[in-house]
């Protein structure tokens, strides 16, 4: 990782409570020496960060283990609890939320699809959903988080701007928070995913990667240094408005010949209802496998996607890319189309090699992604 700095050293800290964490989640009951030897950190490094989610109340002791011939072992698991988290997940017109408890489990999920066309309209729609999450439970609702879709002002939770519902500057944290009486996290959602790998997933111990989304549309994030790049503008990342085609297809931003519009799966839908006027973005998925023409369009995409990947690597020269999304669940050729390119044109051989894996995907990930948002704050996993 090169030499130490504080920032380093943060998010090492991070890191390793993220990891013992997991590991706990993962193979509870454990103790304290499977652990130790199964991250290779020292025995009082385990301890300190142990004791630390003990006093914090996200783990407890349990009945000793099965002795190897000393001292029997003292088992740890994630302590039951009463608090809740409730994340929403706005990336389409139809709102999907989940409540999970503290240690990101799924306990219910509701949607709200009544059509929203203002930025009041909207904050009503995310509120409404809250209170039907929030009934489904009697304990304490601890935190909101928000995964929308767009430019994001992450700091003081404004969407600046979200084109799939030509929405601007929607005070979304402030109007929450004053509305719920709730403490609100709002985050891009291709942001949200990219976190939820860097604390959970593909990238645990990898401080810098490219995560790239491709669905219905088509986004990317950066980290590096264990944190995510927002940039100046909140505009960091956003590989789905790189311009591919100077006379290309219209984009949702407005502008022509954007990756989003020529590669997503709204822009191969929209070529595939030429062919099937019949066609649904859920039966073009069924496809994909044994229709020709359809895996061909999903082909082309992979083309186009793999290019733009081709010059993110050029560009930031990360140590991973990721690529996340319906897309590449659905194609899964996909992503050798765009695996064959960086190894076969990328500048050097180094860049040839770059580490490019698909990471899993289903429906819910966008709504725990945010409701993570709330969950990584209390285990200080996001400082």
């Known amino acids: 990782m090169g030499k130490t700095t504080p920032r380093n050293s943060k998010w090492m800290r991070t890191y390793n409570r993220s990891l013992i964490l997991r590991l706990i989640r993962l193979h509870q009951p454990v103790s304290r020496v499977e652990l130790a030897k199964e991250t290779s950190l020292t025995k009082p490094t385990i301890s300190n960060i142990v004791n630390e989610l003990k006093e914090e109340g996200l783990i407890v002791e349990r009945e000793l283990g099965v002795s190897s011939g000393g001292r029997r072992p003292i088992m740890l698991e994630l302590a039951a609890s ?92 402030r109007e929450l928070e004053t509305r719920l009486k709730q403490n609100v996290f709002v985050e891009n959602d291709v942001r949200t995913l990219a976190l939820g790998e860097l604390y959970f997933g593909e990238a645990i111990g990898i401080d810098e990667f490219f995560y790239v989304y491709a669905g219905y ?133 180094d860049a040839r090699q770059t580490d490019i894996r698909v990471v899993a995907w289903n429906a819910d990930h966008g709504a725990l992604g945010a409701a993570a948002l709330i969950t990584n704050q209390l285990f200080r996993e996001i400082q």
């Open 217 to 349: 549309g088509i986004g990317g994030a950066y980290v590096h240094g264990g944190e995510l790049i927002d940039g100046k503008h909140h505009i960091a990342g956003e590989i789905g408005h790189m311009r591919i085609m100077l006379d290309g297809p219209i984009c949702s931003c407005g502008n022509r010949g954007c990756l989003e519009a020529v590669a997503g799966e709204r822009a191969l839908l929209n070529e595939a209802l030429q062919l099937n006027d019949e066609l649904t973005l859920e039966t073009l998925r069924d496809k994909v496998k044994n229709d020709v023409q359809i895996r061909a369009l999903y082909e082309r995409a992979g083309e186009y996607i793999g290019i733009a990947t081709l010059n993110m690597i050029h560009l930031l020269n990360p140590n991973r890319i990721l690529l996340g999304g319906p897309l590449f669940s659905y194609a899964p050729h996909v992503v050798e189309n765009i695996q064959e390119r960086v190894a076969q044109t990328a500048l050097t051989i």
């Open 82 to 173: 009463d608090r809740f988290v409730i994340g929403i997940d706005a990336t389409q017109r139809k709102l999907h939320g989940v409540l999970t408890n503290i240690h990101g489990e799924l306990l219910h999920e509701a949607w709200h699809d009544e059509r929203f066309d203002t930025n009041d309209e909207f904050i009503e729609a995310v509120v409404a959903l809250y209170i039907t999450l929030a009934r489904a439970t009697t304990g304490d609702v601890i935190g909101l988080g928000v995964s929308v879709h767009g430019m994001v002002e992450a700091r003081e939770g404004v969407v600046l701007f979200a084109p799939r519902f030509h929405l601007h500057d929607i005070p979304l944290k």
